[in-house]
């Protein structure tokens, strides 16, 4: 099971890497766009859906790693009370698996309207590009977050001790 999860931790070094080139290029991209608008007058006509479809990819490839490793903001409102039951790891296991299951509905009505988007053809507006790819790019990696946090919450209850032993 350790090395199970440590192959996981190697894995999930792959969507870090896509968000991280999704930044970059935005960066750059919007760098760009500011120069090409200020000296020449000329702005990238496609920044906007670009700027859009990157942000996307940038938020939902890092989802996953973000669920699992628990690096949302958080508001620590009931931690002194569980941690004086000593009950602060059956919280976080019931939070994980009910924020994972909660995940589903969103993941449906995103796979229903690319779906959508499929059979009706639409394309962005200046480059042409299926906005369904967008839409199933969104359900998978919503998906795998939504896994990888029952599966979290499930080691929470279960086997606290491989979540921390060879942290990274």
């Not at 890497?17 to 990238?44: E, G, H, K, Q, Y």
């Not at 628990?70 to 698996?97: C, E, K, P, Q, Y």
């Not at 199933?136 to 491989?162: E, K, N, P, S």
């Amino acid at each position: 099971m350790a090395s199970l999860l440590h192959m996981f931790r190697r894995l999930s070094t792959i969507p870090v890497l896509v968000a991280s080139a999704a930044l970059f290029i935005l960066m750059v991209m919007t760098f760009c766009d500011v120069i090409l608008r200020s000296i020449f007058n000329a702005p990238i006509e496609a920044a906007t859906e670009l700027t859009r479809i990157l942000m996307a990819i940038l938020v939902f490839a890092v989802l996953p790693v973000v669920s699992a490793r628990n690096d949302h903001i958080a508001v620590d409102l009931t931690d002194g009370f569980f941690a004086r039951l000593r009950l602060s790891h059956i919280r976080d296991g019931l939070v994980f698996i009910c924020s994972g299951v909660m995940l589903f509905w969103p993941i449906q009505r995103v796979w229903i309207l690319a779906e959508r988007n499929r059979d009706y053809g639409d394309v962005t507006e200046y480059l042409g590009i299926p906005q369904f790819y967008i839409g199933w790019f969104i359900t998978v990696f919503a998906g795998i977050a939504a896994i990888a946090m029952v599966v979290t919450g499930l080691l929470h209850l279960f086997a606290r001790h491989l979540l921390t032993e060879h942290r990274s």
